[in-house]
């Protein structure tokens, strides 16, 4: 399952037990304003943009249809669940409350999930530190580092506010 389908999921779980559990009081009428989401990618290829020509996939057999139908509906999900994400945050004013995190341009072996070699892992660090400078998206041009950090001082502020609130 993807990360971001993971992330509609967690949406799901906080709303259903908003509703059962006191502790979640302050979410129960699906609040998003009282919701922080950090949705964190697996990275998609690079490959995944890429065309092909009618005499390409003319010499296709079944298998390869399926591999690329199959990456193709896991993108597309993928895209969908981070567009709906996002507009619904964005259309409860509280855009700042979800945060996507992924990498779209992934090549080589930082696009294979069971390569654990020490190279791999040091290619992966460097994935994640050139992301860190990169723009959130075209419209944000605020990089990702900043949106973390951000982030990060909101998740500190709101455990912060639920401490004080326990102390009464």
């Given at each position: 399952?993807?990360?971001?389908?993971?992330?509609?999921?967690?949406?799901?779980?906080?709303?259903?037990?908003?509703?059962?559990?006191?502790?979640?009081?302050?979410?129960?009428?699906?609040?998003?304003?009282?919701?922080?989401?950090?949705?964190?990618?697996?990275g998609?290829?690079?490959?995944?943009?890429?065309?092909?020509?009618?005499?390409?996939?003319?010499?296709?057999?079944?298998?390869?249809w399926?591999?690329v139908?199959?990456?193709?509906?896991?993108?597309?999900?993928?895209?969908?669940?981070?567009?709906?994400?996002?507009?619904?945050?964005?259309?409860?004013?509280?855009?700042?409350?979800?945060l996507?995190?992924?990498?779209?341009?992934?090549?080589?072996?930082?696009?294979?999930?069971?390569?654990?070699?020490?190279?791999?892992?040091?290619?992966?660090?460097?994935?994640?530190?050139?992301?860190?400078?990169k723009?959130?998206?075209?419209?944000?041009?605020?990089?990702?580092?900043?949106?973390?950090?951000?982030?990060?001082?909101?998740?500190?502020?709101?455990?912060?506010?639920?401490?004080?609130?326990?102390?009464?």
């Open positions: 399952m993807h990360a971001c389908m993971q992330a509609l999921l967690s949406v799901s779980v906080a709303t259903r037990r908003a509703e059962e559990d006191p502790a979640f009081a302050s979410i129960r009428s699906l609040n998003y304003k009282q919701m922080l989401l950090l949705s964190l990618g697996t998609t290829n690079s490959e995944f943009d890429k065309t092909h020509t009618a005499e390409e996939t003319a010499t296709w057999g079944a298998l390869q399926m591999l139908i199959q990456q193709m509906t896991e993108a597309a999900s993928s895209y969908m669940t981070d567009y709906y994400l996002s507009t619904v945050f964005q259309a409860l004013h509280s855009q700042n409350n979800y996507r995190v992924q990498e779209n341009a992934l090549t080589g072996t930082t696009t294979k999930a069971d390569d654990a070699s020490g190279a791999n892992m040091e290619l992966l660090v460097q994935v994640g530190e050139n992301l860190l400078k723009p959130v998206s075209k419209d944000n041009p605020e990089t990702y580092e900043e949106a973390l950090k951000r982030f990060a001082k909101l998740l500190s502020d709101r455990k912060k506010l639920r401490a004080n609130k326990a102390s009464y």
